[in-house]
């Protein structure tokens, strides 16, 4: 709305895709280096067949996809926020069905419906805000109890399939954006840890990776653990630096 589909993609770029090729490059470096055989289609095919490079990175491939939804859906709804909310809607229906039926793991679309509803949620804050402010213990309880049920539903009531794990996904993060408009964290660590929140994402795939070779995460957890924490911070926060300079 503020610059424009070119800009939008531009900022996309740079802030998520750009970095996650550069470390998936990393990561095709480390497996081979630690003796896999990695041939450049298997590479190229782990971008779309549900076998990524860096170990739980589904969430980047999956946002990129919902990067393309959300483009094409605004192109088409214009500045109308009701279309381009069913739009998308649509469209991420549509895209979890694609993805059961090309036999994707269901982390890969557990929780897509937390998508448009944060089109929605975006469109009508104000509103929430004002709603909540009258009476937000009210609110966190009937939420929070709406998801407590519904996981509870997801888990153990096995005929509902996936859509009761995509209802409960929402529920859970509509109690959690509740809970951030009553509880403000302004600790300068958290803080810090969110502006390298991607590279902490990415990275701790990598380490993850790379211990494994010499430890086993099951039987050495202590050591393994205690190596775990420092290294991927470690390595986060000089990703986070090199990106910055680099993109920026």
């Known amino acids: 709305e503020k610059s424009g589909p070119s800009h939008y993609w531009k900022k996309r770029w740079r802030s998520t895709l750009l ?5 998936s490059a990393a990561a095709a470096a480390l497996r081979l280096a630690l003796g896999e055989a990695l041939s450049l289609r298997e590479i190229l095919l782990s971008f779309v067949n ?20 959300f483009y094409l859906a605004g192109l088409s709804a214009k500045r109308d926020r009701a279309l381009l909310t069913a739009l998308v809607g649509v469209c991420v229906f549509f895209a979890v069905f694609a993805l ?18 944060g089109i929605l949620w975006y469109a009508l804050y104000p509103r929430i805000v004002r709603a909540f402010e009258r009476h937000p213990w009210i609110y966190l309880l009937l ?13 153990y009531f096995f005929w509902f399939d996936y859509l009761s794990t995509l209802f409960a996904s929402a529920a859970v993060s509509v109690f959690l ?13 958290l803080r810090r840890l969110g502006e390298m929140s991607l590279e902490v994402y990415l990275v701790h795939g990598l380490v993850v990776t ?16 205690l190596l775990f924490f420092p290294a991927a911070l470690a390595l986060s926060w000089l990703c986070h630096l090199g990106f910055r300079r680099l993109l920026h």
């Open 50 to 69: 549900g076998k990524p490079l860096i170990r739980y990175s589904w969430f980047i491939l999956t946002i990129a996809l919902y990067y393309l939804v």
């Open 143 to 155: 939420s929070g109890a709406c998801a407590a049920w519904l996981t509870l539903v997801s888990e």
């Open 210 to 225: 790379a211990l494994s070779s010499y430890l086993s995460p099951a039987e050495q957890s202590p050591l393994f653990l």
């Open 100 to 117: 059961r039926r090309l036999g994707f793991e269901g982390y890969w679309y557990n929780a897509a419906w937390c998508f448009p509803l």
């Open 19 to 23: 970095p996650y090729l550069l470390l």
């Open 177 to 189: 954006l509740l809970l951030m408009l009553k509880l403000r964290l302004r600790h300068p660590l």
